[in-house]
Structure formats: C-alpha cells, structure tokens
C-alpha cells in the first residue's frame, strides 16, 4: 500500500516535471528571443533544457523556473546598465574628440595666420586688391565672388587680425558669461544663437602665396601690413615693408580712426598711456583686463560708442568696487541724435546700469598726480580717476589721398567720388566716401 502511494506519488511528481519542463522550454524560449544575438547564443548553449536530466520534481522545476528568470532579469538588468555606461563613455570620447579638434582646428588656423604674416611671398600682381581688412573690405569680397567666383581677391590690412564685427566689442561681449571671452571673442547673436566675431576663420582665406596659382581663386588676407602709397596711373600700391603689388581694380576701404580729445594730445605721456581710443579687438582685451584691476574708470563721450561701454562696465561695477563714471557736454546721452526727452529718458537708464553720469562737461585738461588722473572741467568741477575712454567720434583714414592725388571733400574730410563711388579709373572708395 505504502509502496504503490509512493509510485502514485512519483508519478505525479513526474507528470508534474515533465509539465514544467516543458513549460520552462517554451519560457526561456521566449527568453531567448528577447535577447540580442551573441548573448542569446552562450544562454542557448548553456541551457539546453532538453539536455537537463529529469530531477522528477516539482521543487525542482520550480528553481529552475526562478533561477532562469532571475538569470533574464540579470542578463537584462546588465545589458541596460551596459548600454547606458556604453552612451556615457561614447558622449565622454566625443566631446574629447571635438576638444582636440577644436585644438588641432585653432594650431591649423595659428600655424595659417603666421605663415601669412612670418613667410609670406607677396603675389606681385593681383586682380583685386582691397585696401583695409574692415566690414566694408569683407563685405566688398564677398560680393566681388558672388559676381565672380573665379575671382582672386586680396585683403590689405595693418591690424593683426582677418576681418571681424566690431560691434560686440561694446555691447556683447561684455554680458558674455563665459570667463575666457577675451580669447574666445564668441558671443551669443539676437537669435540665441553663438557665434565668433571674426566674419570666416582663417581657414577660409587662401594663403596670399597661393592666391595666383588657386585655379578657382579665392579671398586671401594679408595681415599686419599698411599701404602707404598709392600709384593710380600705373595701378601699383606700396606696403610699409617696401613691396609693391599691382592690381587691375583697387578698393580704398581704409575706415576711420577714433579721434583723441586735444586736453589728452595736450598731456603728458602718463595721461596717454592712460586713456584708450576704443576700436580693436586689443582695445576691448586691454579695457577688460582693466575693468577687474583698477578702481576708476571715466568714460568721455556721449554719443553711442560712449554710452554703450559705459553701460557694460557700469554692469560690471555692480559685481565689483569698481566706479563708472561717464562724461559729456550735452545735457543728455547721445543728446546729439536724440530728442530731448528721449535722451534725458537714456540718460535715467544709464544712471540705473550703475553709472555716474556728469552732463554739460567740457574737459579743459587732464593731467597725473600721485597715482591718479586728474580731469578739470571749464565750469571748475573736478574728477578723479585711474583710466579715461575716449569716444568721441572718428577721423577718416585718407592718408592715401596725397601719393594717390585723390581729391577729398573740404567739408568732411572723405574722399570725393562719383555716384559708383568711383574716385579713379580702377579705383573705388567706401567708408568715408563723398559723392
Ligand atoms: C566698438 C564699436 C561698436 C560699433 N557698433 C556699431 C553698431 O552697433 N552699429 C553700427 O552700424 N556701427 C557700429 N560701429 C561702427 C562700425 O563698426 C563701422 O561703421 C565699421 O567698422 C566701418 O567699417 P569699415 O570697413 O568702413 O572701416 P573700419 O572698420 O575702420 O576698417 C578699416 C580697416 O582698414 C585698416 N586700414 C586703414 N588704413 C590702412 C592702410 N593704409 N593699409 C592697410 N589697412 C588700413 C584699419 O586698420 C581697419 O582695420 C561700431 C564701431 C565700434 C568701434
């Protein structure tokens, strides 16, 4: 009785094995499916359920059952962690890799600019050659090569820098978050979007070497040279290192200087060397580096260029003990341009960025003493300060005028050209043209 319970037992036992082996088949089977290839070849191999000698249990079906879904749980589990880790570590060896590029980009476009400055073989002869490296210069090759993209076009320019925007010297690139603005010279446009001020990196102009023997032609720049004279009879210019080149048309696009103030031409050499004439790139680096070490600033000047800076340090000056101060003779900012109210309105604002705004100042002299400078005003008022800014206004660059024999208009002082901005034969004028 006992023994065939026992054999009843057994078999049902049995029974139940054979029930969950083959309910365990078909899991792991779904198992398998769900696991990408490699892995789901090792767990067939390694669970070959057929192969599984019959334990003739049910306890034992079902710790096979567990085991081999905590296996899946596991294998899964791992293949998750595994796959983010993989993400991780892929975003971690891109930004690596854009690092070095940016790297390898900037010593490419370093090693370019100073072979263009250090070797460069002057071509002797030129289809199109522009003198200044300004927005109009750039903006004038451009359309050259839109009309003609063949077209061989070179850039004369005595700053060390291709062309750029000066616009986010004074406004932008003050409100930058970024600590290394001044290397970068990145800022963020109307549109969110960031971008550099130079209008192409180097790597867009061809060598001036080059630019004879490029077969599509191209827009070369060659920096840090100045023509200092222009022959318009036999269409050759001079550079200041004695080279001459010559071009079939020529664009005078010299631009304008920024204007001192005679109390500053006036003073001694300890007044000029502190006061900046705002244009460049090395004046915005220079006044930057400035604006964290000394305790004044003054700003003279009313207009746009002055009210702008004064702004963007006066925002500074919030974050810092640095003093803001910014003068004129008007009574309100860019009380030049302006209604009235409206400049006496812009005036409050500039007041509200942290500046101290002095209105109807004429500076009669400016002078040092004891570490400081000294400004005097005609109405006897006195300031003192560390630095002075000097926007107020621009010269036109026309010094080509004399060796060119290019008339310049007596009123403002720019070259006379015709409606085509025409001066001469071959030769055009921009910037400070007067028709
Ligand atoms: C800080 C700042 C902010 C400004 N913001 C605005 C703004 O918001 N909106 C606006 O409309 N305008 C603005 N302007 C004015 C605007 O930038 C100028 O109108 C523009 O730069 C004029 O361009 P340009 O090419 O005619 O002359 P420039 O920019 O003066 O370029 C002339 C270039 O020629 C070079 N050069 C001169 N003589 C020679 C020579 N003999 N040989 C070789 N190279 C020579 C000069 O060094 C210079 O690089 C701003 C100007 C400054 C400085």
Redesign the pocket.
């Known amino acids: 009785m006992a023994l065939s319970r026992l054999v009843a037992l057994r078999l049902r036992a049995g029974h139940a094995g054979v029930q969950t082996r083959q309910k365990l088949q078909s899991t792991g089977k779904c198992l398998l499916q769900c696991l990408p290839s490699p892995y789901n070849q090792v767990f067939r191999n390694s669970s070959s359920l057929s192969n599984v000698p019959s334990p003739g249990g049910a306890a034992y079906g079902i710790f096979v059952a567990i085991a081999t879904l905590g296996g899946g749980v596991y294998v899964c589990r791992t293949l998750h962690r595994d796959k983010s880790r993989f993400h991780d570590r892929l975003s971690t060896i891109n930004s690596i890799r854009e690092s070095i590029e940016q790297v390898e980009f900037r010593e490419a476009d370093t090693d370019k600019q100073e072979k263009q400055r250090g070797e460069a073989v002057l071509p002797s002869h030129v289809p199109f050659l522009l003198?200044?490296?300004?927005?109009?210069?750039f903006a004038a090759a451009r359309s050259i090569r839109a009309k003609d993209p063949g077209a061989k076009v070179l850039i004369?320019?005595?700053?060390s820098d291709p062309p750029y925007m000066?616009?986010p010297?004074?406004?932008e690139l003050w409100f930058s978050d970024d600590p290394y603005v001044t290397e970068t010279l990145r800022f963020k446009q109307w549109n969110g979007k960031e971008r550099s001020i130079f209008f192409q990196p180097p790597s867009f102009y061809v060598a001036p070497e080059e630019l004879m023997s490029t077969e599509h032609g191209g827009v070369s720049v060659l920096t840090g040279?100045?023509?200092?004279h222009l022959d318009v009879r036999e269409n050759k210019a001079k550079l200041d290192d004695g080279s001459h080149i010559s071009y079939e048309k020529c664009l005078i696009?010299?631009?304008?200087t920024p204007r001192s103030l005679p109390a500053i031409e006036r003073a001694s050499e300890d007044v000029k060397l502190r006061t900046t004439l705002?244009?460049r790139i090395s004046d915005f680096r220079s006044l930057e580096r400035l604006s964290s070490k000394v305790g004044s600033i003054t700003i003279i000047g009313g207009g746009?260029?002055g009210s702008?800076l004064a702004c963007a340090l006066g925002r500074r000056a919030q974050r810092s003990n640095l003093e803001v101060i910014q003068m004129f003779p008007e009574s309100g900012n860019m009380g030049k341009v302006l209604p009235e109210y409206l400049s006496h309105w812009t005036t409050e604002k500039v007041k509200r960025e942290g500046v101290n705004v002095i209105s109807d100042a004429v500076v009669k002299s400016v002078s040092y003493k004891n570490g400081k400078l000294h400004i005097s005003l005609k109405d006897g008022r006195q300031v003192e300060t560390d630095h002075v800014v000097a926007a107020v206004g621009l010269e036109p660059?026309t010094?080509?005028a004399k060796s060119a024999g290019l008339e310049l208009d007596g009123d403002f002082g720019g070259y006379r050209v015709n409606a085509e901005l025409q001066a001469r034969n071959n030769v055009w004028v921009?910037?400070f043209a007067r028709s």
């Open positions: 003198i200044g490296g300004g927005t109009a210069s004369v320019s005595d700053e000066r616009p010297l004074s406004k040279k100045k023509v200092v696009a010299t631009g304008g705002f244009r746009f260029l702008e660059n010094e080509l921009v910037s």
